[in-house]
């Protein structure tokens, strides 16, 4: 696996690949690299010739009080475990690379996905996320783009800024990995203990019962939220919020959506987790 730290290797290398005919498929991290991140990159595997990760902790998706600052930089670690995936190619640029004059100007804004949810307690997250994406879009021009589905609003924002911008990439979602317990895998997990993490299982436990209340035929959209926010809270954690959306468009779910999704997000201490179910429902 090579390693590269500017834009303009990691450019020439993806180019020359296509050049000769190989298609490429790119990975785009934070690094702290888990079982989740390394599923992506076997993924991208199976569906290129070529696999480009990055790894790149992005300032302009961290609030001002949020974890920029102790975010677990394992670049090392992160390079051994991608080599033994099958990357191909490593990005691992310094900020000074991405943000050259500082703090860019330009701003990609998504409208619509954004406000609810996560960007309702994390306001500029998305915009962050948009933009770096979109930069590193062009910086690595692959031909598919791999995201985990654990992030499933992050995804939706994704998916909608390549389309509306007419990027030539095509983007895959990846079920999420779960820890033996349920847990979503996260990078965030490392702040938490052992027993904190079979704790912070009950979140996958309260969404999978409300999924499977509405399976069950409940459309009390709100009451069955309410009960799964409240067996979550009673575990010990605090809730910032659990919401049953429209899969397609994060609006809302009305009983006329035949696409969900039940997404929470919860602090355990000081660590923030979320995490998702998605499901189809016929119309009724």
Same mark, same amino acid.
């Given at each position: /696996?090579?390693?590269?730290?500017?834009?303009?290797?990691?450019?020439?290398?993806?180019?020359?690949?296509?050049?000769?005919?190989?298609?490429?498929?790119?990975?785009? #991290? /934070?690094?702290?690299?888990?079982?989740?991140?390394?599923?992506?990159?076997?993924?991208?595997?199976?569906?290129?010739?070529?696999?480009? &990760?990055?790894?790149?902790?992005?300032? #302009?998706?961290?609030?001002?009080?949020?974890?920029?600052?102790?975010?677990?930089? #394992?670049?090392?670690?992160?390079?051994? %475990?991608?080599?033994?995936?099958? &990357?191909? *190619?490593?990005?691992?640029?310094?900020?000074?690379?991405?943000?050259?004059?500082? $703090?860019?100007?330009?701003?990609?804004?998504?409208?619509?996905?954004?406000?609810?949810?996560?960007?309702?307690?994390?306001?500029?997250?998305?915009?962050?996320?948009?933009?770096?994406?979109?930069?590193?879009?062009?910086?690595?021009?692959?031909?598919?783009?791999?995201?985990?589905? %654990?992030?499933?609003?992050?995804?939706?924002?994704? $998916?909608? /800024?390549?389309?509306?911008?007419?990027?030539?990439?095509?983007?895959?979602?990846?079920?999420?990995?779960?820890?033996?317990?349920?847990?979503?895998?996260?990078?965030?997990?490392?702040?938490?203990?052992?027993?904190?993490?079979?704790?912070?299982?009950?979140?996958?436990?309260?969404?999978? +019962?409300?999924?499977?209340?509405? *399976?069950?035929?409940?459309?009390?959209?709100?009451?069955? +939220?309410?009960?799964?926010?409240?067996?979550?809270?009673?575990?010990?954690?605090?809730?910032?919020?659990?919401?049953? $959306?429209?899969?397609?468009?994060?609006?809302?779910?009305?009983?006329? &959506?035949?696409?969900?999704?039940?997404?929470?997000?919860? $602090? *355990?201490?000081?660590?923030?987790?979320?995490?998702?179910?998605?499901?189809?429902?016929? %119309?009724?």
């Amino acid at each position: /696996m090579q390693t590269v730290h500017t834009i303009e290797a990691v450019r020439a290398q993806v180019r020359a690949w296509q050049q000769a005919g190989e298609s490429v498929a790119f990975v785009p #991290t /934070m690094g702290n690299l888990h079982e989740g991140h390394v599923t992506l990159v076997r993924e991208g595997r199976k569906a290129a010739a070529r696999v480009v &990760c990055s790894v790149f902790v992005n300032p #302009t998706q961290f609030g001002p009080n949020e974890d920029f600052d102790k975010y677990p930089r #394992t670049l090392a670690e992160d390079a051994q %475990k991608l080599s033994a995936a099958g &990357c191909d *190619l490593l990005f691992a640029p310094a900020v000074e690379e991405m943000y050259p004059h500082g $703090r860019t100007q330009t701003v990609v804004h998504v409208p619509g996905l954004g406000e609810a949810l996560c960007g309702k307690s994390r306001p500029g997250h998305f915009d962050g996320v948009s933009t770096v994406v979109c930069k590193l879009f062009h910086i690595v021009p692959a031909d598919i783009a791999l995201f985990g589905e %654990k992030d499933f609003q992050q995804l939706a924002i994704i $998916r909608r /800024m390549a389309a509306d911008l007419c990027f030539p990439v095509r983007i895959i979602g990846v079920p999420t990995v779960r820890e033996a317990s349920g847990l979503a895998m996260s990078s965030r997990n490392g702040y938490l203990t052992a027993e904190q993490k079979e704790t912070a299982a009950v979140i996958y436990r309260s969404l999978c +019962a409300a999924r499977d209340a509405i *399976l069950g035929g409940r459309r009390d959209y709100t009451v069955v +939220a309410g009960e799964a926010a409240r067996a979550i809270a009673d575990a010990g954690l605090v809730i910032d919020y659990l919401d049953i $959306r429209d899969g397609n468009d994060l609006t809302p779910a009305t009983a006329t &959506c035949d696409f969900l999704v039940i997404a929470a997000a919860a $602090r *355990l201490g000081s660590t923030r987790l979320i995490d998702n179910v998605a499901f189809f429902l016929g %119309k009724s």
